[in-house]
């Protein structure tokens, strides 16, 4: 019983590496392929990542263009908006023209679109993160 219940704190409190996927975030807002592939390698190299981040970021770091990053980003994005605690310090956004699940987050406020990079980059709008979960299918 002891053990269950260590392993149960353990997974409830596995945080978002926030840093990480801004940084993945940062790169595709100014069409930057090749740092955002470094960045997404950092994070599927995390040992601490949860397995739901781990996926879309080695699709993300295998992405051969911008196009593709953009579309492994999406679920990046989604995975980690679920596992996002409302006391994470960020900015979270919605782009309406984004396919797929257009939200993401940002740890400074002022709203870069990485869907679109700098052809778009002022597209969206801030949404509250309980929004943004439910858009990602939380209960």
């Given at each position: 019983?002891?053990?269950?219940?260590?392993?149960?704190?353990?997974?409830?409190?596995?945080?978002?590496?926030?840093?990480?996927?801004?940084?993945?975030?940062?790169a595709l807002s100014v069409?930057?392929?090749a740092a955002s592939r470094?960045?997404?390698?950092?994070?599927?190299?995390?040992?601490?990542?949860?397995?739901?981040?781990?996926?879309?970021?080695?699709?993300?770091?295998?992405?051969?263009?911008?196009?593709?990053?953009?579309?492994?980003?999406?679920?990046?994005s989604k995975a980690a908006?679920?596992?996002?605690?409302?006391?994470?310090?960020?900015?979270?956004?919605?782009?309406?023209?984004?396919?797929?699940?257009?939200?993401?987050?940002?740890?400074?406020?002022?709203?870069?679109?990485?869907?679109?990079?700098?052809?778009?980059?002022?597209?969206?709008?801030?949404?509250?993160?309980?929004?943004?979960?439910?858009?990602?299918?939380?209960?």
């Amino acid at each position: 019983m002891t053990t269950f219940f260590a392993c149960w704190i353990a997974a409830a409190s596995a945080a978002v590496p926030v840093a990480e996927v801004d940084a993945v975030r940062a790169a595709l807002s100014v069409d930057d392929l090749a740092a955002s592939r470094t960045a997404a390698t950092t994070l599927a190299n995390d040992p601490a990542a949860d397995a739901t981040l781990v996926t879309p970021a080695r699709a993300l770091a295998a992405a051969t263009d911008l196009a593709a990053a953009r579309v492994a980003f999406a679920d990046l994005s989604k995975a980690a908006i679920l596992g996002l605690d409302p006391k994470d310090k960020v900015h979270v956004y919605h782009c309406p023209m984004a396919p797929g699940y257009g939200y993401w987050f940002q740890q400074k406020a002022g709203l870069v679109n990485p869907f679109f990079g700098q052809a778009m980059a002022s597209c969206g709008e801030g949404v509250p993160l309980k929004a943004a979960q439910a858009a990602a299918g939380a209960k």
